[in-house]
Nanobody, 115 residues
Framework: QVQLVESGGGLVQAGGSLRLSCAASGSIFSINAMGWYRQAPGKQRELVASISAGGSTNYGDSVKGRFTISRDNAKNTVSLQMNSLKPEDTAVYYC?????????WGQGTQVTVSS
């Protein structure tokens, strides 16, 4: 089994920054993609950012230029630096990792941006 532990959520004012981190442990073999998704109340879960094993990144349109995803393959961690936060970024953020035989999700961490 794969376990994901997220940290770094919280309350921040608009224009501020937060950094989310996710650490993977357990039966991890060759992690392929790592990413962050979010779900706001009443909305579907959406991709925020993802990063491949080779370091290629993909961002949701609404966060391009403001968020940066990174990963540390040696530590099996993925991070999301969020700058210039907006109230519409308020959501529960979920870490996700995909390997050859697993697709695992974290428990979610709340990010609230006040106006």
């Amino acid at each position: 089994q794969v376990q994901l532990v997220e940290s770094g959520g919280g309350l921040v004012q608009a224009g501020g920054s937060l950094r989310l981190s996710c650490a993977a442990s357990g039966s991890i073999f060759s992690i392929n993609a790592m990413g962050w998704y979010r779900q706001a109340p009443g909305k579907q879960r959406e991709l925020v950012a993802s990063i491949s094993a080779g370091g290629s990144t993909n961002y949701g349109d609404s966060v391009k230029g403001r968020f940066t995803i990174s990963r540390d393959n040696a530590k099996n961690t993925v991070s999301l630096q969020m700058n210039s936060l907006k109230p519409e970024d308020t959501a529960v953020y979920y870490c996700n990792i995909v390997g050859m035989v697993y697709n695992s999700w974290g428990q979610g961490t709340q990010v609230t941006v006040s106006s």
